[in-house]
């Protein structure tokens, strides 16, 4: 059963930066794609971004130029880099990690954004 480690989240002023983490149990090169998606009480999970093994990203428009997903081959991790973060990006954030059968997720990280 592959684990997702995730890591990062916490209390942050509005205009203010965080960095999510994610490390997988198994190599980060088992799966096609990973990401983080967000999640706030009574919505869907969303997309935040993606990236893909050879290193493709992809994001919600809402976090463009403000977000950057990038990964570790060494220390086999993802990152989130989140900056000026608004209230609106306040949520639970999910590490996802595909391959080709299976989509596993994170226990989440708590993201909070104080106006």
């Known amino acids: 059963q592959v684990q997702l480690a995730e890591s990062g989240g916490g209390l942050v002023q509005a205009g203010g930066s965080l960095r999510l983490s994610c490390a997988p149990s198994g190599s980060i090169f088992n799966f096609n794609v990973m990401g983080w998606y967000r999640q706030t009480p009574g919505k869907q999970r969303e997309l935040v971004a993606t990236i893909s093994k050879g290193g493709g990203t992809n994001y919600a428009d809402s976090v463009k130029g403000r977000f950057t997903i990038s990964r570790d081959n060494t220390k086999n991790t993802i990152y989130l880099q989140m900056n000026n973060l608004n209230p609106e990006d306040a949520a639970i954030y999910y590490c996802?990690?595909?391959?080709?059968?299976?989509?596993?997720w994170g226990q989440g990280t708590q993201v909070t954004v104080s106006s």
């Open positions: 996802n990690a595909d391959t080709r059968l299976f989509s596993y």
